[in-house]
C-alpha cells in the first residue's frame, strides 16, 4: 500500500517542508535537499537516473514559496524563481530523514546485518547449477555470502572454466597480476606461497592491493588424499573479541598502516607496494576489512622504532585468536566445490600435504569486486521480490 499525504506546510521560515501522512506519522524535509532533488527534466535526466542540476545552480538558502498538496499522492512546491517540482508521496516516504527510515533505507542499500560464527560454522551449501540457472538461489547465494561471509557451491564439473562461467552469472570477475583466473598447485620456483605443498597461515588475500579482492572463489579440481584441509575464520568476529579482550592491541592494529609488497611475474612483471592497516573500521570503530597476509607484509616497515614491538604484540594477539580452535572451521574441499567466501572478513588457510612429482591438488581461483555482487545481488532481490 503506498503511503497517501494528509497535508503539507511549510515550517522554519519556509526552510523545511513538513509532511503529515494518513498514518499518523510526520517528516520534515529540508528545502534544499528538496530543490537540489528536483525530479522535472530540466533538474533530472531520467534515462541515467542522474541528477542534471549543478550544485552552482543551487541556493543552500533557499526556501519555498509555496507547497501545496497536488492530490494524496503528490506534493507540488513553487520556488522563488518560479521553478516548480513535484514529488510523488511514496518516492518522498522512502526518502524520510528521520533516524528509523534512514535504518530502512541503510539495511535495503547495504545488507549490514552480520551473522558471526566459530568453528561451529554450518557451512552454507547451495548447488552450482541452481545459482547458475534460479535467480531465487543466486539471490539466496549472495546475500547468504553477504551475511556470513561464506558459502559453498557444490557440484561443480571438476575441470577448469567454472570460475569463468560464475563470473558471467555475476557480471565480471576481478583481473589482478595472477590473471583472470589462478591456479593453486604446487609449481616449481613458486611465485606465491600459495603455489607450494606447504601449510598456508589464515591470512586474506591480496592486501598489497590498495582496493583489495572482495570476494574469492576456489574451486576444488583435484584434492589430494592426504592433507590439504582448507581452514577459514571469521575475522570481523574476532576483531570483536580482540576489541573486548585488549582495546588497546585493537586500537594499534586499527591505526598502524603496515606496508605490504609483492614482487615478481605471471599475468606480467609486477611490483606491487601499498599501505594497509591490519583492521580498517567505520566511524562507529566496527571491522569493516582484514588486511593481514604475513606472507606478503613487507620487511620495510615505515613506523617509529618504539612503536615496532607494541605492534608485533598486538598482532601476535590476533593471530593467537584467529588460530584459536574455538574460532577455525575446517573443511575439506571436494572435486567439484567451489568455496565462495567474503576476502574483506574471512580469513582463509590450508593444511600442508606430500609433495609429489605430479600434481596432486589443484584448485583454480578467482576473485570479484564487492561493487558488482552487490550490484548483482540488488537486480537479483529486483527480480525475485518483483520491485522496481
Ligand atoms: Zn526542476
Known sequence: MSPAVRKVEASGEGRFICVQWEDGSESSYPCVWLR???????????????????????????????VALADSKKISITWPDEHTSEY???????????????????????????????????????????????????????????????????????????????????????????????QVQDKADANNVAYTTGRLCLHTDYPVLQHPPGVQFLHCIKQTAAGGESEVVDGFHVSNKLKKQNPEAYQILTSTTVDYTDVGVDYCGFAVHCKQRIIDTDSRGQATRINYNNATRDTVFDIPAEKVRPFYAALKEFNDLLNSPEHKFTYKLKPGDILTFDNWRVLHGRQSYPSCPDVTRHLEGAYADWDVVMSRLQ????????RD
Open 88 to 182: 510523488e508521496a511514496e518516492w518522498l516516504k522512502k526518502r524520510c530523514f528521520s533516524e528509523e527510515a534512514r535504518a530502512i533505507m541503510r539495511a535495503d542499500l547495504f545488507l549490514p546485518e552480520r551473522q558471526y560464527w566459530g568453528s561451529d560454522l554450518q557451512l552454507p551449501k547451495i548447488p552450482f547449477e541452481e545459482i547458475m540457472y534460479n535467480d531465487e538461489s543466486a539471490y539466496k547465494w549472495l546475500c547468504t555470502l553477504k551475511k556470513v561471509g561464506i558459502v559453498l557451491l557444490t557440484g561443480a564439473a571438476a575441470r577448469q572454466g567454472e570460475l569463468i562461467r560464475l563470473g558471467h552469472r555475476i557480471g565480471f570477475l576481478r583481473l589482478t597480476f595472477y590473471g583472470p583466473t589462478w
Open 36 to 66: 537540489d532533488s528536483c525530479q522535472c527534466p530540466l533538474c533530472f535526466l531520467p534515462s541515467a537516473g542522474a541528477r542534471r542540476l549543478p550544485l552552482e545552480d543551487l541556493d543552500v538558502n533557499i526556501a519555498v514559496k509555496q
Open 379 to 386: 537486480l537479483l532481490r529486483k527480480m525475485v521480490l518483483n
